[in-house]
């Protein structure tokens, strides 16, 4: 194959093959074994055999191949030239009409601190394991910056580690202001704002702690914890906006197809799975056992493939109905952002999988959502027995101080906080129902509805019952 054709071979290109390139040595086939990262007509990142050795290979094509190619050529050599470990780039080339490759050592057996944070992050905050992984992470920044240079696109995938050894890759987010010389402090805060906006919020109280193993690598500037906390807000924001595009068109995170008869949106990973659900909702629906049917929403817990999941139709009751509905965006839709949002934002919820929406030139009808199911009991069934003592466990009294914190933090009113729609799973309290969820922008508005969603939820409870007064204590209130 011809490194050019690639740009039609979509995301899954049938593997192996063998692409003809070039070096100072001459022609030779690249035998790519596996793809690791796609952007579709774009780029190519995977495993191969290059002149008998494994490599890393990037492969880039498509009309902006060029620029590519000379941003990761530039970034890799700025990292060797300031003396820091990135794996060796053993050949490289560019040819017009074809495209940009670049072949990198092998790393067997490396593991992103990405997937090292993954295997830790459930841990309590700032655990022994979590400290370990971003104390690496942040003196591999650290000696970054100490040398001028930055990583854009900085994340822990970004960093690779192998028998001891960490090594940065991804040459083409390097950004240098001048080589060799400390980072200026702006920079620096701008760069460690992005670090720090990926980590959960549940850590944001131990930012100065972490900030310690930073300092040790460069020490260059004074940090004032609130100035890094002033960008790590501004990063979060503008991280959460560009996630929730992302769950409404087609990218490596979600297959999405949008049109005049219908939208379907499937996180990337689940695609194979969700695809013959959602072909299938209505019959899954009327043969699972159903937790509401009728009227404006029909919800059934169902099986599939041994897997347990829940399913919520929204029905279009009758013409008025439909003449109010099929202008706007569905509440399929709304559960579906509000739903990855609060995953986004560290808040449990019932992982959202996929949504479909059916429409007739562009005009809304009948919508699902399909969800993970929550196991565990909503919070009236598991505080029934404390209704009268208000003996609650204290762990999950504090797990529900946590889940209001979260809430008014990011300013967020659920719209109907009934005990129903709080389930306990896995030490956490998680919220379902989100069709009525938002997001206020202002705090007097979020103020008004957070106090409604606090009033509504305390109601669950006898107002003389020892619970109640417990809880009426305890829970926080937006002044």
């Known amino acids: 194959m011809r490194l050019s054709e690639l740009k039609n071979a979509g995301r899954t290109p049938t593997l192996p ?6 070096d100072a040595a001459g022609p030779a086939e690249l035998q790519l074994l596996s793809l690791l990262r796609v952007l579709p007509g774009q780029r190519y990142v995977g495993a191969g ?36 470990t990135t794996p060796l780039l053993l050949a490289e080339g560019l040819k017009e009409g074809e495209g940009g490759w670049l072949l990198f050592e092998f790393l067997d057996q490396a593991e992103s601190l990405g997937d090292a944070w993954k295997a830790v992050e459930t841990l309590p905050p700032l655990a022994d ?11 591999a920044v650290g000696q970054m910056h100490a040398k001028g240079l930055w990583q854009e696109d900085l994340h822990l995938d970004n960093l690779l580690r192998q028998n001891g050894q960490l ?46 193993y930073y300092l040790l690598s460069n020490g260059e500037h004074a940090l004032p914890v609130e100035a890094l906390q002033k960008q790590i807000d501004k990063v979060s924001h503008w991280r959460l906006r560009d996630y929730l595009i992302k769950i409404g068109r087609e990218c490596s995170l979600f ?39 009728g009227g404006a929403a029909s919800v059934a817990k169902t099986e599939v493939n041994g897997r347990p999941l829940v399913i919520k139709r929204y029905n279009i009751k009758h013409f008025a109905h439909w003449l109010k509905r099929f202008w706007r965006p569905s509440r399929a839709w709304h559960s579906w952002r509000e739903g990855n949002r609060l995953m986004f934002l560290g808040i449990a919820t019932p992982k959202p999988l996929a949504l479909l929406e059916r429409r007739f030139i562009w005009l809304r009808r009948t919508a699902y959502l399909v969800t993970e199911y929550l196991p565990g009991p909503d919070i009236i069934e598991r505080f029934a027995p404390y209704v009268a003592s208000g003996d609650a466990p204290e762990s999950e009294l504090q797990a529900l101080e946590t889940l209001f914190s979260q809430l008014i933090r ?20 998680a919220l379902i129902d989100l069709d009525a969820m938002c997001q206020h922008s202002s705090h007097s508005a979020f103020a008004a509805a957070f106090a409604k969603d606090r009033a509504r939820f305390m109601r669950n409870w006898p107002a003389d019952s020892a619970l109640y007064q417990l809880l009426e204590q305890r829970l926080p209130k937006v002044m």
């Open 17 to 22: 093959m063998s692409i003809a390139l070039a």
């Open 49 to 84: 055999i290059w002149r008998g050795r494994p490599v890393l290979a990037k492969l880039l094509v498509g009309h902006k191949a060029p620029r590519h190619f000379q941003r990761e050529r530039d970034g890799v050599h700025l990292l060797a030239e300031q003396g820091l």
């Open 129 to 139: 394991e979590q400290t370990a992984v971003l104390s690496e992470a942040l003196a």
């Open 167 to 212: 090594y940065l890759i991804d040459g083409a987010g390097i950004r240098v202001e001048q080589a060799g010389k400390p980072l200026s402090r702006q920079k620096v805060l701008e760069n460690l704002g992005v670090f720090f906006a990926q980590l959960p919020r549940s850590l944001e109280p131990y930012t100065e702690e972490l900030l310690v």
């Open 255 to 293: 297959s999405v197809t949008d049109g005049p008869f219908g939208l379907r949106a499937i996180r990337r990973e689940e695609e194979g799975a969700m695809l013959p659900v959602l072909q299938k909702a209505d019959t899954l629906i009327d043969s699972g056992h159903l937790y509401k049917t």
């Open 410 to 429: 990011e300013r967020i009113s659920h719209g109907d906080l009934k005990g129903h729609n709080v389930f306990w799973h896995r030490d956490r309290w």
